[in-house]
């Protein structure tokens, strides 16, 4: 499962990284866990 | 007064220059000033590209004034919603209720949130939507982080016009030019540019490739920035550097050496390594980090390939103007350098160690040799090291490998040499996909070692 950051488009790849933290922030523009959702 | 020029029949600079504030986002000193572009467009309907900084809005109303001539404003297309572009947007929309902004979602939110106003009928835009004003056509493309999310910049394919918010600007007021073949830019605005670049948009090197990679696929004859001249010739220059400073890549092979001295002794220890790297023939610039602004440090610490970080102990740790100039560093991403590091501390010197754990946080930062350690002042003796230190930089920076790595590999004979650097690859196999590490030639330009 793929995640899209709806600010800046940062892809988090769950296969790669694992499930996400809730306490994950963008590494690219900062913002929390709430702005990802699944990616088509 | 109005004070405008002309980029094409139809389309009118309408910013103004901002000479009187000393510092830029509350940061970086912009002692030759700084330009904030608007631009009119007088198709069928008018179209105004972004505002300015809250320091010029009166000379911008007058100019748009000026520029409409009785027209109404139909839309207003706002890039990037950084107050030095955005600041006079919510008393543009009272003055011209009549305009459409058109954004994207994200910068709609932001209206919101600076100007407290919801844009009425705002026109949204996504990536590779398209809009027409009559005689010419706009395309939107999205440039998320170059250097905010919501940033677009847009494509008139009628005249081949690229508005292309903040990238390709620059520090410094226009002072009666507009076009950067109005200058000779190489000469008085090069650096200027690298400044603004490695200090705002440096850390998204990665999403700059991404729009550099957009743009290669457009046919612009004109760039339109926030910032600094419109380019309307030989945009390929600019280009050329974007491309290095997006990778990384370092422009000069050559040594910069930020320093900090409080008492003389480390600055001695920096001139004497200057004065032998010189002798070696190599490109050398330093920066007193406590009496330069960073942000000139930072932008040649992006510019060269091999850097010297030369400071103090403080407080039993690192002296601040040095570690604010490596925090600095690390935050925009700079990577992909050779490194030296010489520390000072009278009775426990600890300012090397500090120093090498801020560059461990850099991505592919190489120490060419271990810290250079003086007490209050080079001892006696202490120049030869200085001397061999600047030889190894001096191999390093014109692509061989230093004398102590070149004996090592005269005793291990296996592997292959690189015929262009001759940079020794130690393995009984080559990888077809190999690099070389120093001149970044293929595998096919390694031969065996005889």
């Known amino acids: 499962m793929k995640y899209i950051c709806d600010l800046c488009g940062f892809v988090y790849d769950e296969a790669e990284q694992g499930p996400m933290p809730d306490d994950y922030v963008c590494p690219l523009c900062g913002v929390d866990k709430s702005h990802f959702e699944p990616a088509d | 007064m109005y004070c405008v020029r002309n980029v094409t029949d139809d389309l009118i600079w309408i910013g103004g220059n901002d000479r009187q504030h000393p510092i830029f986002e509350a940061a970086h000193p912009v002692p030759r000033g700084v330009s904030y572009n608007s631009y009119l467009l007088l198709d069928e309907k008018t179209v105004l590209f972004d505002t300015v900084d809250r320091a010029i809005q009166t000379q911008f109303f007058e100019n748009l004034d000026h520029a409409l001539d009785g027209r109404k404003l139909d839309y207003i297309f706002v890039h990037h919603m950084e107050p030095d572009h955005a600041a006079t947007l919510g008393d543009l929309m009272l003055r011209h209720p009549e305009a459409r902004v058109v954004c994207n979602g994200k910068a709609i939110n932001m209206i919101r949130q600076f100007h407290a106003a919801d844009p009425k009928n705002a026109i949204l835009v996504g990536d590779g939507d398209t809009l027409s004003t009559g005689?010419?056509?706009?395309?939107?493309?999205?440039?998320?982080?170059?250097?905010?999310?919501?940033?677009?910049?847009?494509?008139?394919?009628t005249d081949k016009i690229l508005f292309s918010a903040d990238a390709f600007g620059t520090f410094g007021a226009l002072n009666g030019i507009l076009f950067a073949d109005e200058v000779d830019w190489e000469r008085d605005w090069l650096d200027e540019y690298r400044r603004y670049y490695t200090n705002i948009v440096g850390k998204y090197g990665p999403q700059v490739s991404a729009l550099l990679g957009k743009a290669a696929g457009l046919d612009i004859q004109t760039v339109c920035p926030l910032h600094g001249p419109v380019w309307r010739k030989d945009f390929s220059k600019i280009v050329a550097r974007y491309a290095k400073w997006a990778a990384y890549e370092p422009e000069v092979q050559g040594v910069v050496i930020p320093f900090a001295s409080i008492y003389g002794g480390t600055e001695t220890a920096a001139n004497i390594l200057a004065c032998r790297l010189a002798e070696l023939g190599v490109p050398v610039q330093m920066h007193d980090v406590s009496v330069t602004h960073y942000s000139y440090a930072l932008a040649d610490c992006f510019k060269y390939s091999h850097i010297v970080f030369a400071a103090p102990t403080y407080n039993n740790g690192l002296f601040d103007p040095m570690e604010h100039l490596l925090r600095d560093l690390v935050h925009h991403n700079l990577q992909n350098r050779k490194a030296a590091l010489i520390q000072?501390?009278?009775?426990?010197?600890?300012?090397?160690k500090i120093m090498a754990g801020l560059l461990e946080q850099m991505k592919d930062i190489e120490l060419l040799a271990p810290v250079f350690t003086l007490k209050s002042t080079l001892s006696p003796g202490q120049e030869k090291e200085l001397e061999e230190l600047a030889q190894a930089i001096a191999a390093s920076v014109k692509g061989s490998a230093a004398p102590a790595a070149r004996e090592q590999a005269a005793k291990k004979p296996k592997g292959f040499v690189c015929k262009i650097c001759g940079f020794i690859y130690e393995s009984d196999t080559l990888p077809e996909d190999y690099i070389c590490p120093i001149c970044h030639r293929p595998a096919s330009d390694f031969a065996p070692l005889e």
């Open chain 2, 135 to 157: 005689r010419h056509n706009f395309t939107f493309v999205s440039a998320p982080m170059v250097h905010w999310p919501e940033v677009v910049v847009s494509y008139d394919s």
């Open chain 2, 344 to 352: 000072n501390g009278s009775w426990a010197p600890a300012s090397g």
